[in-house]
């Protein structure tokens, strides 16, 4: 099997290659591929030393599968490219999420969707992935009706340059800023850019996004994203309102069962999901898990996990997984 990583010099092409390198992914060829201006350089990578190659290069390979993380221009640009020759494309960006005609998927929740058509397959985005993974299992036992969700996010999920930023204020020194303010001893409520409606861009994709890997248009979702001066992980509050009423011990019980999901709910210990502990970690970490004592069928939880991993490598590199073990590529 010839598999390709696309962005493979950024953060999550980093940690894409961790993910391949840990959950023991077997390929014959690996081709790496990044901007002109990255090409040429080397990437050890499983003892092996890789020249980074251009898009023209892989493309003319004609990999099976392409793992995409090089943003959504790079995306509408070279995925059909990829797809022309027959690669199977699993893209990391915001490009082909809403498209009717692309999947969207978490392998846990709906890998199901994925027929030997589709070509370009879409990673969601990192905030909708941990909160959809808890969310779904509920779902098919309560029957989400609303959901409010306030998010916590980590400077990784914007990049190296987000990272730079925040540990040079912590030094005093002066550089780029890829936010409008400073970012250390600060939070921002603003992921992404603003929409007519008054919520940003990342807002909108947890309320669509979550609807379209549910599978139903029916889950209403509001949301507040935010930046927070951290990283290893994004970390959300989220408050469902079911149809049906439950038993808040069965709400653990359901999600301590369900592939991917760790529940850490401890209070008398101190014992509660956070970043510090979910970075590097694969999966989505859930406590203070209690009912909403001011209406009926209502359930708060608190949900981490690292945003570079099942929030984009990992979720990416299992769909792939996915798509080698039901044959849909060969291996």
């Known amino acids: 099997m010839k598999l390709a990583v696309v962005g493979a010099t950024g953060l999550v092409g980093n940690e894409m ?42 493309i003319a390979a004609k990999p099976d599968i392409a793992i995409f993380s090089a943003g959504g221009g790079t995306s ?49 985005n990192c905030s909708t992935i941990q909160m959809v993974l ?10 989400v009706k609303r959901v409010v969700v306030s998010t916590y996010q980590s400077v990784t999920g914007t990049g190296k340059a987000a990272v730079d930023q925040m540990n040079n204020e912590r030094q005093g020194i002066e550089g780029d800023m890829v936010y409008p303010y400073p970012i250390d001893k600060n939070v921002i409520p603003h992921i992404d850019v603003f929409l007519e409606n008054g919520y940003t861009k990342e807002e909108m994709k947890m309320v669509n996004e979550t609807k379209k890997i549910l599978g139903d248009d029916t889950v209403q979702v509001t949301a507040t994203t935010v930046r927070l001066p951290v990283v290893g992980g994004h970390s959300e509050s ?16 359901m999600l301590s069962k369900t592939p991917g ?71």
């Open 261 to 331: 999901i760790v529940v850490q709910d401890n209070p008398a210990i101190n014992e509660y999901p956070m970043p510090l502990f979910a970075h590097g970690k694969d999966e989505v970490f859930v406590g203070r898990i209690r009912r909403d004592e001011t209406q009926p069928n209502t359930l708060n939880m608190w949900i981490v996990a690292d945003n570079l991993r099942k929030g984009a490598a990992t979720n990416a590199v299992q769909i792939a997984e996915y798509l080698i073990a039901q044959k849909l590529v060969h291996a």
């Open 134 to 143: 808890a969310l779904a299992p509920l779902h098919k036992a309560y029957t």
């Open 76 to 124: 509408l640009e070279y995925a059909p490219k990829f797809a022309e020759v027959g690669t199977r494309v699993i893209d990391n960006s915001s490009a082909w999420r809403m498209n009717p005609n692309n999947k969207l998927v978490v392998p846990e929740i709906n890998g199901h969707v994925i027929e030997d058509k589709d070509r370009v397959i879409a990673n969601p």
């Open 238 to 253: 989220v408050n469902i309102e079911f149809e049906k009423d439950f038993d808040v011990d069965e709400v653990r019980n």
């Open 17 to 58: 290659l961790k993910v391949l390198d840990e959950r023991g992914v077997e390929f014959d060829e690996l081709l790496l591929v990044a901007s002109e201006r990255s090409v040429g350089k080397k990437v050890i990578f499983q003892g092996n030393t890789y020249t980074i190659i251009s898009m023209q290069e892989a």
